[in-house]
């Protein structure tokens, strides 16, 4: 054996950095967040992948890697997991998708540009499904624009990841003139992506 | 009182008279602790952390999701009966659940660092690194397997060798056009027998040619296109690459494929023997077909305990094949990668360097003149001797004369053995062992390889603690300081509910206690801030968590506010001059040293060389400890020069 | 880090009000950078770092290219041996200098621990200097685009991005396709609620005030990409990932990118086998180098200059090879890790170009080698960077008794040049190591 050079190999991927900062927190990842959506939105059985929403063909071309860019696990650690300008903005283009095909559930009768499909409405839970629709149904109207139907909403996506005080301020910003005579497809889309951009329910 | 507290107060009282009776001269040690045999009453949990509803809420949908592998509360499921359980009995409830046993799987897999992404596919069926990893998923199974049977241990996370655990047969891949359009278990029975059929014309070539080197049968028949169906018939390519290089099975021949070997008994009856072997895989591939065998959790895993049915030396171990990938012994780490793998993953233990004397009786060329390598090597080196037998895709080499490493290169095997030979008056023959520390020779163990290396893990006290310094991170973060005194005291609970529960009842009393903690609860954790501390501990001018139950435990004999040997006071934390927080720490004339000045110091003592500085003097501290504290001071001496204000609890 | 080797960013269109901006001017000084990395170990003896077959013929070093090497001399008659294989790159030599006898760290010769010294000047990892280039002001919303997994502990690499080409085409594909529609008053809203995160002390606000960060640079950024090229889908994948990064640098997304190049086969050649492949290794890694610098050198950036003339590059390995195996025949053997000695290839922006600076010794059989070369080579299989002069620029003809790392061309002077050369603080310096001195700046090579 040589040890004319000592031979170290490979200790610095096992040694963790002396070197590091403080940190902040990250993302749970691409996959815990879909499995979260899965879980609120989606029945019993019900497959969900939020990725769709960045690559509308991954079904049939596959994950061409977009949605490791939110956070994945590889060598056993979460890399990825950082908020970063390209994530937030990949981020921000799947949850607006959502919202919009939410929407899209809210206005089946009316004439929708096209958009990305994630789920049919069979599909949802009827929890999700009440939620969504109370708004869909009435809003600006009725029981549609009013406290409980936005709680619902909120804990149907976001559930208790964040306090309280974000859904106030949620609700209130909801229930606020800029939405006053919105029509619901409207509504939902921006309730929606508000909620789901709250990092409450993006981070870990 | 609870029993931390009885047992601070014990401690303490011990470690003040003999400060008292020796000017801490004496070596001192806590009492050793004999859990008692209590009957099984409710394991003590720590108190339930005050939170309003919403918060309650959200800590369930959390702890949900951590013991279910990810699947937090569905719509409907978080009732008002739900809601009044207290959180212990929340947590039982989940447990009931059979996801839990993915949660633990999940979280063995992340105590290897092997953690994946998802443990399932698409389809719902466990993914390979589940598979390749038989103490994790036998650890987790323990979970499901009737209580005083070998299987319900959760500590089998810490074997070596294991049963196979079977994984279901996928699709085989045929390239022979016959077997174009016919039914998978078929085929799958087609190309195995194929395989057979090829070892019997080696048998009757090895006949008929008696003079046939092995390396020339291995070539006809590995490069024949019936030798490579074996990894096509869909069943686990991890394990059949490991049947085919086990010994007593079909090792004989990839050693005669990539380094020397003559069986005693002949080719033909070598060969003979592996067409035997191979007969029970076929069996077990006609009874475990698709649509016999499908595993939707942990219940349904089958197991073969492949070793003692075929009767062979080499069992399954948890480094298969597959492991090579990850931990490759080049020619040039000579296995120490490995050993590093072992060390952090089993030991938590990072290498970093922290200069260790270098004894004669280790002294080996250049170690003896460089301490600072010595500093890493004194551990590394021992653990990858644990590996001297184990070589190219983790192959058992003990019967080849020649050692071949994973990026082909070959060497004398005894000669690549021969560094760990212990010296002659040693009363060892191998110099292969985890050692702890090379001023106290006493605490080193040694073994003479793998084997030896994890039945010692298995009893070692810092495998204990890592698993729970592990099961911190994995359930509360990574990154975040937790109290040393806080970690030893999961440890010690963990070891008695073994002794006295076992292990399954005990792990999950872990696991309830940090689901439980502040940290976890809380949501917006500091970094530094360590927000479980033992019971019984006063924060009150606390030197900073991470380091306080560890200077308290080595230190505080002779540096305290009574014994401020060397005028240092290492009990407490207070403002110094420059405005931040640090020691109380004086010069001859009672004048306080500047911050910096006390730091270096506790690094200088800390990493030297000389016995008769270093500190604790002439006492044995835990080289995680050393490390914890010497990296700390590290920290607290950069920001004491910075001129940060230091050392926030 | 472990990075995910994926795709590339082709246009994203995103009609937004608020990522309809126009992309922000890079500036009249813009400075982008290119690290190139070959992991595994180059063998600087087949490219500008060359042994004559005298020596193979004494069964010093392995040579399976099996020619004389040609001398490569600067226009101050500093020469190197080079080989047929550097051919290629003898359009560019004025647009690059070649480093010789570049010391990585003589205590480890393992892959993690030279690439962690590479990256991050620390043997155990910490922090990468790429992304140090970016910060300050004019920072750009990525740190760097990389292509290729590399094998370092780095721990500030949140703002590396890791995209490739089939990734950036179904983004943009996705937002061509159904271009987002999303009023103000949400983004807005959104960001309001990350800053009000973002208050407190602990883990959860800064990472909120990290994706406020993030989100506040996203429309730039969606505006930025969407006026990316399309991307060649007959182009090869390096071909692919160049252009993209090219886009990337002239829309403003990164001043950097880090490219680790796959190559057909290992460059960690201890096999003989492997090591037998060299020059089939080297042309690719010519190739490769060549199209980097080709593409930089046609892409015009405004209407005088290039993106080779706005653009520093550094070329290097994790270390280099020993020149052969003991006990193995010379025309069968291997080659092993070698930290006394690489070839880093530095040039663009700002470096003085077409000059050859270094060497290593052991470039005779008869040479009498340094007795610290003696201890740290007991086997006389490596070759080891002569002592280099920092102040004069120049090799030093002594033989020192002991090592120094100060005596030697390192590869921290290197990245310190880089830190001088960006404008980077002193403090981000590196050192030769724990309780070493901080390694000079090359100043001899900052035009």
Redesign the interface.
Known sequence: MNFGIITLATVGLLTSSLFAPVCEAGYRGYYLTNEMLKTRLMKEGTGFALGIYLNPKLATDGDTGLSELLGIYSGGRLVNGEPNGVNMLLWYVAMSGLARDMARICELDAVAPPMIVGFAKAEMNESFSQALGALCVAWPHGRARTEPALLNFWLALVSFDAPMEEFEVWRDFLMSPTFAAAPAGILVEAAATSALMNPGFLLE | MSRIASRTIIWVTWVGVLTLASGCEKAVRPPNRIPALESPAAAELPPEVPMSEWDKKRWIDRTARKLRAGTGLKPGELTVELLALSQSQIIDRLMNDDRFGDAVLDFNLYFLGLKPDSLRSRDGSFTYVVWDTPNALGSAMSLFAKPGTPGADYLNLFDLKHPYYIRPLTRPRSENAEDAGKPDDEVRITMLNRYQNEIDELITYAERNPTVTGGELARRFFLSPGGSDWFYTGMDVGFMIWAQQARDWMGSLVLAFYAEFTPSHGWPAELRAIRARNEPVIALVKRLTAEKYAVRTLRDVQSWDVARELQLRDGWTMFNPIYAQHLAGSSTNFNRKRAAFVLKRFFCDDLIPINVSAPADHARGRHASEPSCQSCHYKLDPMAGAFRNIGFNMMNLSDSPVFTFDDKVKVNKAAFQQSWLAQPRSGRTWDIGYVRSTDHPDRNVYFDDLDGLFAFIRKAPEARRCLMRRMFEYTVGENQAVDAGYLDDLTERFNDETLIRGSVPAIKLAMKRVLMSRAFSERDRQSDRCYDLPAGVNPQDRPPCRVAYLLDKNCTACHSSSSMKGNLDLSRWVKNADGGMGFVHMDGNGNPLPRAVTFQALIDRLDTTDETARMPLNRYMPSHERTETYVWAQEALRQAVVGRRGGRR | ????P??GVGTLLLTHPWMAFSAPKLGPDPHFFVQIYFEGGMDPSYLFDARPLAMTQAGKIANYLGEEPAAWTDAAGRTTWATSLTDPLKPYRDRFTILNGVVMT????????N??YLF?G??????AFVPHLNAGSGRR???ALQAGSI?????N???I????P??A???A???R??P????D??FD??KG??A??GR????????????L???E??PA??AMVREISNLDPAATPDRQFVGLMLDFFKQGVTPSAIIRFQLSSVL?T??P??AKKQPALNRQIVEKIALVLKSLSETPYDGQRNFLDVTTFMISSEFGRTFR?IGKPIDDT?T??N??CQTVLIGGKGIKNGMVIGASDFQSTDETLSPTHAM????SIRAMGRPFDHRQFTTRPDLPATYKPSDYLNLASVVNTLYRLYNKPDTLHRTYG?NEPTAPVLNGLLS
């Open positions: 880090m472990k990075a995910i994926v795709a003589a205590a480890f010769d393992g892959h993690e621990q690439a962690n991050a620390d043997p155990f990892g910490g922090e919303p990525v740190d094998g370092a502990t780095l721990t690499v949140g703002g991005v890791p995209m490739g089939s990734a085409e179904s983004l594909k996705r937002l396709e159904y987002i529609q999303s009023g008053p949400v809203f959104v609620r990350l009000a995160n407190g002390p602990g883990r959860f606000s800064s990472a909120s005030r990290a994706m960060s993030g989100l640079g996203a950024l969606a960690d201890h096999a086998s492997d195996q291997g092993d890790h930290p006394l740290l080579d007991a086997e724990r």
